[in-house]
């Protein structure tokens, strides 16, 4: 089996390298109840799908360094200036201008708290996380919007006070490098490859 394939840039232009479909023999499937007529055929198909992070890519790359970034609007002229977004977006929702990038962490560690949340006993189809998920949504100080994100240790509850922390160690350079436990967790009670 030849490897995934695999991507990086240069001359502004997608280069890429190994295979990016793989095509694998089907199987018949046949009817156990009238004698294993056939029915049809299963194709198994593996795919490798490019994902392009665009002007969010910084948010992932800080998240595998241990740091949590927003974005501000610091137009003179919007209506909103200095409201303080994170999920990161770029460009500010109200002026449309593009918006400063600033680091959150230490407002994170200081003063996130459980707004509301769900356990998830079930999940859909690729999801990686352990089940029960603690879906939380996180506030922050001076922040005008409200983290999606899911908690490792602790029991969920309203306004309880959650710290971030980090998969710096092998990250996946997705939103999962990100998670949060009660303040007052140990490095020890960590999910491997985290830290604070
Ligand atoms: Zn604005």
Redesign the pocket.
């Known amino acids: 089996m030849s490897m995934f394939g695999q991507v990086f840039v240069k001359n502004n232009q997608y280069k890429l390298k190994g295979d990016f479909h793989h095509l694998t023999p089907n199987m018949p499937i046949r009817n156990a109840d009238d004698d294993w007529k056939l029915l049809g055929v299963t194709n198994p198909r593996a795919m490798t799908y490019i994902h392009s992070y665009g002007g969010e890519a910084i948010f992932f790359e800080s998240l595998s360094k241990g740091k949590l970034l927003a974005t501000r609007?610091d137009?003179a002229e919007?209506g909103?200036?200095g409201s303080v977004y994170i999920p990161f977006r770029i460009c500010?929702p109200?002026?449309l201008?593009k918006m400063s990038v600033i680091d959150l962490t230490d407002v994170a560690k200081k003063s996130a708290t459980v707004h509301t949340f769900m356990e998830c006993a079930r999940s859909g189809a690729f999801n990686l996380l352990d089940k029960p998920i603690k879906f939380i949504n996180i506030e922050f100080d001076g922040v005008s919007t409200i983290l999606m994100s899911y908690l490792v240790v602790g029991t969920p509850r309203f306004g309880m006070r959650v710290v971030p922390i980090f998969k710096t160690t092998g990250p996946t350079y997705t939103i999962l490098d990100l998670a949060w436990v009660e303040e007052g967790t140990t490095a020890e009670q960590l999910p491997e490859g985290f830290g604070f």
Do not use: R, Y
Request: with cysteine.
């Open positions: 609007c137009n919007c909103t200036t500010c109200d002026c201008s």
